[in-house]
């Protein structure tokens, strides 16, 4: 039934639609049920709109560690500014104290170095 005149929709059902409806309002396919065929589709739509799902987790992960930096400066008195507000990326830890923001740092000072080949 249509919100706007209240009418029933006048498209005709499609031929093949077994819940006899028009492609608009659910003629053709419900996508998969399997549970394979799920994990089918959802690997191969990487994309949404213009990133891929690394590009998103990297973008969180960034905003993640910005959100910490703000946390930083504040407990260390570094700003007097408003915190940002919103939600919070994935992955964000809150620092409340200066312990944590030096654990903070050891944590990024040893991500850093990981993995990195010495020349010699």
Request: hydrophobic share 30%; charged share 30%.
């Amino acid at each position: 039934m249509s919100k706007r005149s209240g009418e029933q929709c006048k498209k005709p059902a499609l031929k093949a639609s077994r819940t006899q409806k028009c492609e608009f309002h659910g003629g053709r396919s419900t996508g998969p049920k399997t549970q394979a065929g799920k994990a089918r589709i959802a690997a191969a739509h990487t994309v949404h709109g213009r990133e891929t799902r690394e590009q998103r987790a990297e973008r969180s992960a960034a905003s993640a560690r910005i959100s910490q930096l703000e946390d930083a400066m504040h407990v260390l008195k570094m700003t007097t500014a408003p915190r940002t507000r919103g939600r919070k990326a994935t992955g964000y830890k809150p620092i409340t104290s200066v312990e944590s923001v030096v654990q903070m740092l050891i944590d990024d000072f040893l991500h850093r170095n990981t993995g990195v080949k010495e020349e010699g």
